[in-house]
């Protein structure tokens, strides 16, 4: 918002987008260096999770990279802590970096593009936040925030189930149908 509101849109955006950029690249290395390899040890070690994290990041480089544009999307998504996680999971620097850069545009450019224009009309940065878009903004970022986590659990979902019925199949287990009774008595 400042970048845009002291610059413009033309310096405001590209600056505010590498800044972003920079800091998750500065967390993705302080993610991978503390958590080393641990957490894709112990994501090793879980079928489900493993099923999970393949679903979401371990099938190619534009899979990869539509889901981390996923998650840059909502503006209320936890910047530090996605972070954290993507990194710690083993997601690629180059897919995790353009994936970024991706999801985090569009509402950058909403921000600074505001904040530009409320630059040349209102006489103070306050005014235009307390009057300004704010709960417009808010409220889309909730809904593709839901809509983006929709995605991701649907995603995760269906390999867990999917790694579940490959497993019953490798032990020799058939998977039951829906219509089957339970096979322990209802409590």
Same mark, same amino acid.
């Given at each position: 918002?400042?970048? !845009?509101?002291?610059?413009?849109?033309?310096?405001?955006?590209?600056?505010a987008?590498?800044?972003f950029?920079g800091?998750?690249?500065? !967390?993705y290395?302080?993610?991978?260096?503390?958590?080393?390899?641990?957490?894709?040890?112990?994501?090793?070690?879980?079928?489900?999770?493993?099923?999970?994290? *393949?679903?979401?990041? !371990?099938?190619?480089?534009?899979?990869?990279?539509?889901?981390?544009?996923?998650?840059?999307?909502?503006?209320?998504?936890?910047?530090?802590?996605? *972070?954290?996680?993507?990194?710690?999971?083993?997601?690629?620097?180059?897919?995790?970096?353009?994936?970024?850069?991706?999801?985090?545009?569009?509402?950058?450019?909403?921000?600074?593009?505001?904040?530009?224009?409320?630059g040349?009309?209102?006489?103070?940065?306050?005014?235009?936040?307390?009057?300004?878009?704010?709960?417009?903004?808010?409220?889309?970022?909730?809904?593709l925030?839901?809509?983006?986590?929709?995605?991701?659990?649907?995603?995760? *979902?269906?390999?867990?189930?999917?790694?579940v019925?490959?497993? *019953?199949q490798?032990?020799?287990?058939?998977?039951?149908?829906?219509d089957?009774?339970p096979?322990?008595?209802?409590?």
């Open positions: 918002m400042l970048g !845009g509101w002291v610059f413009g849109f033309t310096i405001g955006f590209p600056a987008l590498i800044g950029t800091a998750s690249l500065l !967390g290395a302080v993610s991978r260096l503390v958590s080393r390899d641990r957490v894709e040890q112990v994501i090793a070690e879980n079928l489900k999770a493993t099923a999970v994290r *393949n679903a979401l990041v !371990g099938r190619g480089f534009w899979h990869t990279l539509g889901v981390v544009t996923l998650l840059r999307v909502p503006p209320n998504s936890p910047f530090a802590i996605t *972070n954290l996680v993507m990194a710690a999971s083993g997601v690629r620097l180059l897919p995790y970096t353009l994936g970024t850069m991706l999801g985090m545009a569009p509402r950058t450019a909403l921000v600074v593009s505001f904040a530009a224009a409320a040349s009309q209102a006489k103070d940065i306050q005014t235009f936040v307390a009057k300004g878009p704010g709960i417009a903004v808010f409220i889309g970022g909730l809904v925030l839901i809509a983006a986590l929709t995605i991701i659990a649907l995603m995760a *979902n269906k390999a867990v189930e999917h790694a019925v490959s497993a *019953n490798a032990a020799g287990t058939p998977h039951p149908s829906p089957d009774p096979s322990h008595p209802a409590r």
